[in-house]
């Protein structure tokens, strides 16, 4: 069983940056893919981005990209999330997740991401 724990969150003003970690209780990063998915009060969560086994390829939202970078330290097992340029409506509660394909197995608890103008 994988736990994933978030940590990083916080408030910001508007174009700010953030760095989230995601550590993780065991090696994943060869074995699953990681992502990380945010939802907003009063919305669907959502996918933001992911990266592939052994971290071989990225894909980002069109929301985020340009100014999210998604990175693993496999040393630390840790996944990151780098957040620059933050707009309002990147609040939200951001969520890592792990597994070998959609829907993933495994979620951490969610760290919460304030935006403000």
């Known amino acids: 069983q994988v736990q994933l724990v978030e940590s990083g969150g916080g408030s910001v003003q508007a174009g700010g940056s953030l760095r989230l970690s995601c550590a993780a209780s065991e090696r994943t990063f060869s074995n699953y893919i990681m992502g990380w998915f945010r939802q907003a009060p009063g919305k669907e969560r959502e996918f933001v981005a992911t990266?592939?086994?052994?971290?071989?390829?990225?894909h980002y939202a069109d929301s985020v990209k340009g100014r999210f970078t998604i990175s693993t330290d496999n040393a630390k097992n840790t996944l990151y999330l780098q957040m620059n340029s933050l707009k309002p409506e990147d609040t939200a509660v951001y969520y890592c997740?792990?597994?070998?394909?959609?829907?993933?197995?495994?979620w951490g608890q969610g760290t919460q991401v304030t935006v403000s103008s």
């Open positions: 997740a792990a597994g070998t394909s959609w829907p993933y197995e495994y």
């Open positions: 990266i592939g086994r052994k971290g071989v390829s990225t």
